[in-house]
Each structure stands twice: as C-alpha cells, then as structure tokens.
C-alpha cells in the first residue's frame, strides 16, 4: 500500500512540475498599461506585518490605496 501512495505521489508531482507556467510577462505589461491609461493602478504588496510594495519606491505607492 505504501508504494501505491508513493507511486501517486511522484505521478502528481510529476504534473505539477510539467504544468506550464501561467504567468506571462508581456501579458503582464499590456495589463499595466491598461491600468495606467485606466488610472486603477495597482501595486503587489509583499509581507505580512511590515508589509512593502515590491519595485516600487514606498513613498509613490503609499499615494494609492491597498486594495
């Protein structure tokens, strides 16, 4: 039974690894720019209790709301 789980185990993970990725960076771009023109302009904001927003100097994000 324990080379059974074992063996699921390995074929998921195996999907998992093979899996493409979602995320596209020009994608990623044609959304900013969208943003911009729109003026709903979104920053990612990483942390948990001093969180910061990431590339993006603290003082031009802190102008735009967490949302």
């Not at 998921?12 to 003026?39: H, L, Y």
């Amino acid at each position: 039974m324990k080379i059974f789980i074992v063996l699921i185990l390995a074929l998921v993970s195996g999907f998992c690894v093979a899996a493409e990725p979602t995320w596209n960076p020009a994608d990623a771009v044609k959304e900013a720019e969208q943003d911009i023109r729109t003026g709903h302009i979104k920053f990612y904001w990483a942390g948990s209790v001093a969180s910061f927003p990431v590339g993006v100097p603290f003082d031009v994000a802190k102008k735009y709301p967490k949302g």
